[in-house]
């Protein structure tokens, strides 16, 4: 959904999604568990520091992909 989407400096976008391979790419991600915030910061920084997000990254991420998304 994201693809088409320009980049533009100075532009933000609030993208709220379930699905953390949509995020993935995002500047920065916010996780919320039960409303509150939980962990801030890229795909690969909420891998290392985030139980939950990690949690649920396993639980999506397609087994032939790598646990930081990679190939």
């Known amino acids: 959904m994201l693809d088409g989407l320009e980049r533009r400096p100075g532009q933000a976008v609030l993208h709220i999604t379930q699905k953390v391979r949509a995020a993935r790419t995002a500047d920065r991600i916010l996780v919320l568990e039960e409303g509150r915030q939980v962990g801030l910061g890229t795909h690969r920084s909420l891998l290392d520091t985030c139980p939950t997000y990690r949690e649920?990254?396993?639980?999506?991420?397609?087994?032939?992909e790598g646990e930081d998304g990679t190939r």
Do not use: H, R
């Not at 649920?56 to 032939?64: D, F």
């Open 56 to 64: 649920i990254w396993a639980s999506q991420a397609p087994e032939e």
